[in-house]
């Protein structure tokens, strides 16, 4: 471990952004406190409120970077004309997938949901733009998919996006609780299969 007076500030911040992330994603955010980031990372409390001088703005931070890294991500992809819906939405189940391969890690903003009411005001508000973004992205990916032949959905492309994220975002809890990671595949192969 390099020790904290060699560590850069930007580097120093990005660990403990990366630190809890991983926190939030496996105990959530009532579950977790400075003291716990500091041991994993092997620096003193000061260190992290040099950073960032409350929970809530930690919290917002590692949302914000969360969504950011995301979005791009999913604005790259939709930008590729040449792609098809299907593997656009393939790319997108993705990091779920990833998640449901690890022994407790879900989505940053589906933890965060699960305690909505203890979050910081403007911590939920972001958790709210993620939902909302991501379905709405869903929804887009579902209509070229439809305006290409590529699918048949049963409902309006809005209402079968609130259904895929539901899913997804339901699929990783469970899969959490009963460790069955055939759950959330499960959920990628009906989801697939019903779109065709």
Known sequence: MIAPSHRSRGETAEQIL?????????RGYSAISYQHIAEVLGIRKASIHYHFPSKGELGIAVVDRYAA????????IAADQTRSALSMLAFY???YLEFAETPDRVCLCGALAGELM??????RARVEAFFVSHQAWLAGILERG??????RLL????????????ALQGGLIVKRTTGDIAQLHDVVTVVMAMLR
């Open 146 to 151: 439809v305006a290409r032949g590529e699918f």
């Open 69 to 76: 890294r995301f979005q791009a991500a999913l604005d790259d």
């Open 93 to 95: 189940v993705g990091p």
């Open 118 to 123: 203890a979050l910081p005001v403007e911590l």
């Open 18 to 26: 990366d630190t809890a992330e991983m926190l939030l994603q496996t």
């Open 155 to 166: 409902d309006q492309p809005s209402k079968v996006a609130r259904l895929i994220f539901g």
